[in-house]
């Protein structure tokens, strides 16, 4: 639920206000509670129909917090009267900790709302991208915010911290300065870009692979996947488990032959909507990167079910698994773990979304030395000879 279409923060890598879609600009900056009565009302239809036990409900933005203690009381407590009868609802908050005082937190707390939180890294890091509209850092204020979520009284909120993988950042200095604020969890992300935009680092990719990345082509850098590797093999070499790294946990699920269910990696069906603040349904956000109106469903919370969008060929497609896939990706040996990458990134202007993601070098090289790592701990752990190792990877195929 997008509660706040507006962001205290300018993030020059924000694909809400600086990608294709500028739809943000004709949304009411808050979502009215007419709006989220109706979205609530919508959710407990969906679960009847479809016999939930559970739903997600993510308040979002923007920045979530803008709406104000009083709005943010008078929502939750729609929630909890109209929705927790109906279904067990798990409420988080995906926040920038600008905001994040004792009062807010205390709010959150009575209504059992869990709070992650943007960081990037080392303050130099953080700094570099997240930054107020007037250019002020704002590093200082979310490292306060991440203390006040650290006190005994408040630790059982924190879900973890997202973090957005800066090439121009050391992933082991990264890494450790998110261990500072010992989170639970801590998720990586991809900046979002596509075949026509691409991020930071791979403007030189313009072509698709026309076949599975069996091997990386000589010459071709995979700087993300090197920057992972560094992190993965930090985290993994560590002597105690320090957090959860959701990406990284995901993908050594899936070479060990179990389920990898996130939106970058993985073949499980998808099972977000977004509502935005005037009630319009939408698919992910990341589509924003494409082109104007592109995650537009048409649809809205007033005159539309969520089963509506469950119709719809983009979430169709979403659903499909293997065969929601291009030729390459589905011939791939890696797409088990893969999935093909984060649809958005899929996106070339001449074939849609059947291509593979413009970081499929680094998502192959990244998966094949997890690989390689994991294989080699289960053997050794076996007692066993080690299969492959960091130097003698096994063959995709």
Same mark, same amino acid.
């Given at each position: 639920?997008?509660?706040?279409?507006?962001?205290n923060?300018?993030?020059?890598?924000?694909?809400?206000?600086?990608?294709? &879609?500028?739809?943000?600009?004709?949304?009411?900056?808050?979502?009215?509670? &007419?709006?989220?009565?109706?979205?609530?009302?919508?959710?407990?239809?969906?679960?009847?129909?479809?016999?939930?036990?559970?739903?997600?409900?993510?308040?979002?933005?923007?920045?979530?917090?803008?709406?104000?203690?009083?709005?943010? /009381?008078?929502?939750?407590?729609?929630?909890?009267?109209?929705? /927790?009868?109906?279904?067990?609802?798990?409420?988080?908050?995906?926040?920038?900790?600008?905001?994040?005082?004792?009062?807010?937190?205390?709010?959150?707390?009575?209504?059992?709302?869990?709070?992650?939180? !943007?960081?990037?890294?080392?303050?130099?890091?953080?700094?570099r991208?997240?930054?107020?509209?007037?250019?002020?850092?704002?590093?200082?204020?979310?490292?306060?915010? #991440?203390?006040?979520?650290?006190?005994?009284?408040?630790?059982?909120?924190?879900?973890?911290?997202?973090?957005?993988?800066?090439?121009?950042?050391?992933?082991?200095?990264?890494?450790?300065?998110?261990?500072?604020?010992?989170?639970?969890?801590?998720d990586? +992300?991809?900046?979002?870009?596509?075949?026509?935009?691409?991020?930071?680092?791979?403007?030189h990719?313009?072509v698709?692979?026309a076949?599975?990345?069996?091997?990386?082509? &000589?010459?071709?850098?995979?700087p993300?996947?090197?920057? #992972?590797?560094?992190?993965?093999?930090?985290?993994?070499?560590?002597?105690?488990?320090?957090?959860?790294?959701?990406?990284?946990?995901?993908v050594?699920?899936?070479? #060990?032959?179990?389920?990898?269910?996130?939106?970058?990696?993985?073949?499980?069906?998808?099972?977000?909507?977004?509502?935005?603040? &005037?009630? /319009? %349904?939408?698919?992910?956000? !990341?589509?924003?990167?494409?082109?104007?109106?592109?995650?537009?469903?048409?649809?809205?919370?007033?005159?539309?079910?969520?089963?509506?969008?469950?119709?719809?060929?983009?979430?169709?497609?979403?659903?499909?698994?293997?065969?929601?896939?291009?030729p390459?990706?589905?011939?791939?040996?890696?797409?088990?773990?893969?999935?093909?990458? %984060?649809? +958005?990134?899929?996106?070339?202007?001449?074939?849609?979304?059947?291509?593979?993601?413009?970081?499929?070098?680094?998502?192959?090289?990244?998966?094949v030395?997890?690989?390689?790592?994991?294989?080699t701990?289960?053997?050794?752990?076996?007692?066993?000879?080690?299969?492959?190792?960091?130097?003698?990877?096994?063959?995709?195929?």
């Amino acid at each position: 639920m997008k509660i706040h279409s507006l962001c205290n923060l300018s993030c020059d890598y924000c694909y809400m206000y600086f990608a294709a &879609d500028q739809s943000w600009r004709r949304r009411p900056p808050v979502m009215a509670l &007419d709006t989220v009565r109706q979205t609530v009302d919508r959710i407990a239809e969906h679960a009847r129909e479809h016999g939930l036990s559970m739903v997600r409900l993510i308040l979002h933005g923007g920045e979530p917090l803008l709406v104000g203690k009083r709005h943010l /009381a008078q929502l939750l407590a729609v929630v909890a009267e109209r929705l /927790a009868p109906v279904v067990e609802v798990r409420c988080s908050m995906q926040s920038n900790g600008v905001l994040l005082d004792h009062a807010f937190l205390t709010l959150l707390r009575h209504h059992r709302v869990g709070v992650a939180v !943007s960081l990037d890294g080392t303050s130099a890091a953080h700094d570099r991208h997240r930054r107020f509209a007037n250019g002020r850092a704002s590093h200082e204020r979310v490292a306060a915010a #991440l203390h006040r979520l650290n006190e005994p009284r408040h630790r059982e909120l924190f879900v973890g911290l997202l973090c957005t993988v800066d090439l121009e950042s050391d992933p082991v200095e990264s890494y450790e300065a998110l261990l500072e604020f010992a989170p639970p969890r801590v998720d990586f +992300t991809l900046r979002h870009g596509d075949w026509r935009h691409p991020p930071p680092g791979l403007e030189h990719r313009s072509v698709p692979p026309a076949r599975p990345p069996d091997t990386v082509p &000589d010459g071709e850098p995979t700087p993300y996947a090197q920057w #992972l590797i560094a992190a993965f093999d930090r985290w993994f070499d560590a002597p105690r488990k320090e957090t959860r790294v959701r990406m990284f946990e995901e993908v050594i699920s899936g070479v #060990l032959g179990g389920a990898v269910n996130t939106e970058v990696f993985g073949l499980e069906p998808v099972d977000l909507v977004v509502v935005e603040a &005037d009630g /319009a %349904l939408e698919h992910s956000d !990341s589509l924003k990167v494409v082109g104007e109106g592109v995650p537009e469903t048409g649809l809205d919370v007033f005159r539309h079910s969520f089963s509506d969008v469950l119709a719809t060929k983009t979430i169709r497609r979403r659903q499909a698994g293997l065969r929601g896939l291009g030729p390459v990706c589905r011939d791939c040996a890696l797409v088990d773990v893969c999935g093909g990458g %984060l649809y +958005t990134h899929r996106h070339h202007p001449a074939t849609r979304f059947e291509t593979p993601s413009v970081y499929c070098y680094d998502l192959a090289a990244f998966i094949v030395h997890v690989r390689s790592r994991v294989h080699t701990a289960v053997a050794q752990l076996a007692g066993g000879t080690p299969r492959s190792g960091p130097e003698h990877p096994q063959p995709l195929l």
